[in-house]
C-alpha cells in the first residue's frame, strides 16, 4: 500500500513538472535532464524495495565472531553444543568465550566447561593444560577438586607406550600422589589406586626389558645391577617372577662363563636367586626349569666345597 502511495505521489509531482516546463517554456533538452533524473529516481526506489540493504541483513542475524554484544548468544550456542554431546563445537566457542569472561563471574564456568569439553572429545594434552589452569586460577571453587580429578585422569591418558620414554608416566604418577594428599577423602580412591598400579606396571615392563636387553647381549653384571633395582622399586609387582627367572639365567650363565677363582661365588649367587624363587613364587610358569638349573648348581657348588675340604 505504501508503495502505491509513493508512485501516486511521483506521478502527480512528474505531472506538475511537465505543467510547468510548458508554462514556463522550458528548453527541450532541460526537460529531458528532468526525465532523466526521474527516471533513474523511479529505479533507486524500485531497487530500494526487491534488495534488502545490507544493514539489516547484519541487525537480523547473529554475528560469527564473538564480541561484547553477541557474548550471550554465543555462550547460549556453546551450552547447547555441550549438552548435545557436540565437545568440538562447545570447545571452540567455549575457548572464543573465555578471554571475554575473564573478570566476570562466568569465567570459572566457561574455563571448567572448555577443558572438559576437550577430555570428552579425547583431547587430554588440551584438558589437561586447561583443568591445572582452572585449579591454579579458582583454588577454592566447588569445582576445584573435581578439575584436579579430570587434570589427573587426562594425563593419565597422555602416559605412552612402555617401550617409549616414561617421562609423562613418572609425571602422572607425581600429579596422581598430591591429588590423593590434597583430597584424602576423595570419591575416585579407588580410580586414583589403579590409575597408579597401571603405571607403575607399565615402568616395571620397561626395566624389565631392560634386565632382558643385558642378559641377551652377556653383559651380566649389568643384568645383576638392574635386577636388584627392580626387586627394590617394584617389590609387588606382577613381574617379580619373571624378573627373578631372567637373573637366575643370567648368574646361571655368569657362573658358567666365569674362571675358576669366579665360579663358586657366582654359582652361590645363582642359587641364591634360585632359592628365592621356589619360596617366593613356588607356583610360578618358571618352576620346572629353575628346579633344573637349581640341581645343577647344587651339584657344583658341592664339587667346589670338596675341593675346599
Known amino acids: 500500500m505504501r508503495f502505491v502511495l509513493n508512485m501516486a505521489k511521483k506521478a502527480i ?20 535532464d528532468i526525465g532523466s533524473a526521474l527516471f533513474i ?14 544493514e539489516k541483513i547484519k541487525s537480523s542475524r547473529i554475528s560469527k565472531r564473538v564480541t561484547f554484544e553477541s557474548f550471550d ?39 571448567y566447561l572448555f577443558a572438559h569439553s576437550y577430555y570428552q572429545n579425547g583431547d587430554f594434552n588440551m584438558a589437561a593444560f586447561h583443568f591445572r ?21 587426562a594425563i593419565y591418558r597422555t602416559s605412552p607406550e612402555y617401550y617409549l620414554d616414561q617421562t609423562n608416566t613418572d609425571y602422572a604418577i607425581e600429579q596422581i600422589k598430591t591429588y590423593v594428599q590434597a583430597y584424602p577423602h576423595n570419591k575416585h580412591i579407588d580410580e586414583c589406586n589403579q590409575m597408579l598400579d597401571d603405571l607403575r606396571l607399565k615402568l616395571a615392563k620397561k626395566d624389565l626389558e631392560v634386565i632382558k636387553l643385558y642378559y641377551n647381549t652377556d653383559h651380566y653384571e649389568a643384568c645383576q645391577i638392574s635386577a636388584v633395582n627392580f626387586f627394590n622399586e617394584y617389590s609387588y609387582s606382577p613381574l617379580m617372577p ?12 655368569y657362573a658358567k662363563r666365569s674362571t675358576e677363582r669366579k665360579k663358586y661365588e657366582r654359582y652361590k649367587a645363582c642359587f641364591e636367586a634360585c632359592k628365592k624363587m ?4 613356588p607356583e610360578s610358569k618358571y618352576h620346572k626349569e629353575v628346579s633344573k638349573i637349581s640341581q ?7 664339587k667346589y666345597n670338596k675341593k675346599q675340604s
Not at 554431546?85 to 570447545?91: D, E, G, K, N, T
Open 73 to 111: 548468544q554465543h555462550y547460549e550456542r556453546a551450552l547447547k553444543y555441550y549438552n548435545n554431546r557436540q565437545w568440538l563445537s562447545a570447545a571452540g566457542l567455549f575457548e572464543e568465550l573465555y578471554p571475554l569472561s575473564l573478570g566476570t563471574p562466568r569465567a570459572d564456568t566457561i574455563l
Open 296 to 302: 645343577e648348581v647344587s651339584k657344583q657348588l658341592e
Open 278 to 281: 621356589e619360596l617366593l613364587y
Open 41 to 54: 529516481e523511479k529505479h533507486q526506489i524500485e531497487d530500494s524495495i526487491t534488495k534488502p540493504k545490507k
Open 242 to 253: 619373571e624378573a627373578i627367572y631372567y637373573l637366575i639365567l643370567n648368574n646361571f650363565e
Open 133 to 153: 589452569d582452572y585449579v591454579k586460577r579458582y583454588p577454592n571453587s566447588e569445582r576445584t577438586e573435581d578439575a584436579f580429578y579430570y587434570c589427573i585422569s
Open 13 to 32: 509531482k512528474i505531472l506538475i513538472i511537465i505543467l510547468l516546463a510548458f508554462s514556463l517554456e522550458i528548453k527541450a533538452d532541460n526537460f529531458l
